[in-house]
């Protein structure tokens, strides 16, 4: 099990050059301490109703990364949007901004990685962007490239670096 607590200092190890960290000091919420995938961006503040919209399609392969625009006010996912995510098969989320409902995510099997919690939600009124690069702490997220997670953090990579998690 400690092999799959490292995979982000292997993946540095290996690929270097090819891979990017996030410098954010993101927390880890959900059950699954890695996870990696396809990257699928949304831009949105305050509003999470196309983080929504985007959790109801097929997720298989891939990592939502939201810039929340780092802030704290209001939750932009929850126990039931992560249990939306786990349905439609998302391999995780991070958020640069906050969760809540956090004592349930803790016991859900998906990755989330955010900022904080915050007990207010988001509002729903469609505002967003969706599949647009994104700049998260000097660090660009294009849509397609590929999300590595684990409590380590998060990189990037314009490549896919592995097919499935190691046993």
Request: glycine share 10%; hydrophobic share 45%; with cysteine.
């Amino acid at each position: 099990m400690s092999e799959l607590m490292d995979l982000l200092p292997e993946l540095c190890d290996a690929y270097g050059d090819d891979v990017t960290l996030v410098p954010i000091p993101f927390l880890h919420y959900g059950a699954k301490p890695i996870f990696f995938g396809q990257a699928v961006t949304l831009r949105c503040f305050h509003d999470n109703q196309l983080l929504i919209d985007t959790l109801q399609q097929d997720g298989k392969g891939k990592v939502l990364v939201v810039d929340g625009g780092g802030s704290l006010a209001r939750a932009l996912i929850g126990d039931q949007f992560a249990q939306l995510a786990i349905d439609n098969g998302w391999e995780g989320i991070v958020i640069n901004g906050a969760v809540r409902d956090v004592a349930q995510l803790s016991q859900m099997p998906i990755g989330i990685k955010a900022l904080a919690p915050c007990p207010f939600r988001a509002d729903k009124l469609g505002k967003g962007e969706l599949n647009v690069p994104l700049l998260l702490a000097g660090t660009e997220v294009e849509p397609g490239q590929y999300i590595y997670a684990d409590l380590n953090g998060v990189l990037v990579s314009i490549y896919q670096l592995m097919e499935s998690t190691p046993v």
